[in-house]
């Protein structure tokens, strides 16, 4: 639990950091949306950024856009797609016509 | 593309064009037109947005991603931000250089920022900048850099300064 919480924290610092958010990391919330109506107002280019961010922080790839959909909802999916990351499974599961 | 209530909270386009980062660059002339002044004769604020369209693109003909590249690739470039400072009014008839300077930038985006002077006069008349992002034809966003332009990046390596 601790190390959950401790990695929100450090997601929260990388995005205002990285995006350059003229605000206090404690002010985003986990579950905050991260685009869209009632967010925190990222747009697209915060996105690019952000996928970036993830990559040469975490070595996280997210190369396609149904996968961007699924982790960059809010701090609390990215977190827990950096959980998956980590433990060597893909964020999102292989389309069905993949090769095994 | 642009989320419809921005926080206020952000760092400015404006902020952000003043970064060193390094950059290619590439100028052009353009003649203002009667069609572009208004009944005072000072150009209407909106050209200017053609203005650095226009250095863009020949800075896409110089360096090979002009629009017809973008076709040929099945990728759409929109504008997200623009940005521009006005300093100083341009008249009908005048001569202008415009430059773009592309930053490098390691997500998949195209930060342009541009300056337009009098033809061989070192006053700024005005300045800006503006993102593109790369999108499917269907406006679908994409996160990483499209392949030609991976090898267009590879090619100006040693060119950004």
């Known amino acids: 639990m601790d190390d959950i919480h401790t990695l929100k924290q450090e997601i929260k610092r990388m995005m205002v950091e990285n995006l350059m958010l003229q605000m206090d990391a404690a002010e985003i919330n986990d579950d905050q949306p991260l685009l869209g109506p009632g967010s925190l107002g990222l747009d697209s280019v915060d996105a690019l950024q952000l996928v970036v961010a993830l990559d040469k922080e975490y070595g996280l790839k997210i190369a396609s856009p149904e996968v961007a959909r699924e982790v960059l909802q809010s701090v609390a999916t990215i977190a827990q797609a950096l959980i998956q990351h980590r433990a060597g499974a893909s964020p999102c599961p292989p389309p069905p016509h993949a090769p095994a | ?161």
């Not at chain 2, 690739?73 to 100083?88: G, K, R, S």
């Not at chain 2, 009014?89 to 930038?105: E, F, Y």
């Not at chain 2, 499917?136 to 950004?160: C, D, I, N, V, Y």
């Open chain 2, 1 to 161: 593309m642009k989320d419809a209530s921005p926080n206020p909270k952000r760092t400015t386009l404006g902020q952000l064009s003043e970064t060193a980062l390094p950059c290619l660059e590439e100028t052009t002339a353009i003649r203002v037109r009667f069609s572009e002044v208004d009944a005072l004769g000072f150009v209407w604020h909106g050209h200017y947005a053609n203005y650095f369209e226009e250095a863009r693109r020949a800075f896409g003909r110089q360096y090979g991603i002009d629009y017809a590249t973008f076709m040929d690739h099945a990728v759409a470039v929109p504008v997200v931000q623009l940005h521009i400072d006005f300093f100083a009014p341009v008249r009908m008839s005048d001569l202008l250089t415009v430059t773009a300077r592309l930053r490098k930038s390691e997500s998949a985006k195209l930060t342009f920022a541009y300056e337009l002077r009098r033809q061989a006069e070192p006053a700024l008349l005005a300045a800006g900048s503006t993102v593109q992002v790369f999108t499917t034809f269907s406006g679908e966003l994409l996160l990483t850099w499209p392949p030609f332009m991976l090898e267009r990046l590879k090619a100006w390596e040693p060119l950004w300064h």
